[in-house]
């Protein structure tokens, strides 16, 4: 059985810092890829960063470039993002994936909330 289930979600104030957790399980987590997507109130679903397999290679988009850090553990099957200097406009309900299409990998955690307000 496939699960992947995110943590760390929390209400935080503009400037503060989160960290969020993706444990998986039920399929090979070395052979994927894993991805946070953020769905902001009334805004599409959007990727905002990846790590490869090995980890050694990651992606951001602008909006979170120097503020969010993608890592993982591969002995403990986990992801995580590390989150610093929120802003509001970083609300929303975060989304861990496992994909490697090569391998019919293409899994979604149900997400973790997070609020940044004053």
């Known amino acids: 059985q496939v699960l992947i289930v995110e943590s760390g979600g929390g209400l935080v104030q503009p400037g503060e810092s989160l960290r969020l957790s993706c444990v998986a399980s039920?399929?090979?987590?070395?052979?994927?890829?894993m991805l946070w997507y953020l769905h902001s109130p009334g805004k599409e679903r959007k990727m905002v960063a990846s790590?490869?397999?090995?980890?050694?290679?990651?992606r951001y988009i602008d909006s979170v470039r120097g503020r969010f850090t993608i890592s993982r553990d591969n002995a403990a099957n986990t992801a995580y993002l590390e989150m610093n200097n929120m802003k509001p406009e970083d609300t929303g309900v975060y989304t861990c994936?496992?994909?490697?299409?090569?391998?019919?990998?293409?899994?979604w955690g149900k997400g973790t909330l997070v609020t940044v307000s004053s």
């Open positions: 994936r496992a994909l490697a299409l090569a391998d019919d990998i293409d899994y």
């Open positions: 039920g399929f090979t987590f070395t052979k994927s890829a």
């Open positions: 790590i490869n397999p090995s980890g050694d290679q990651t």
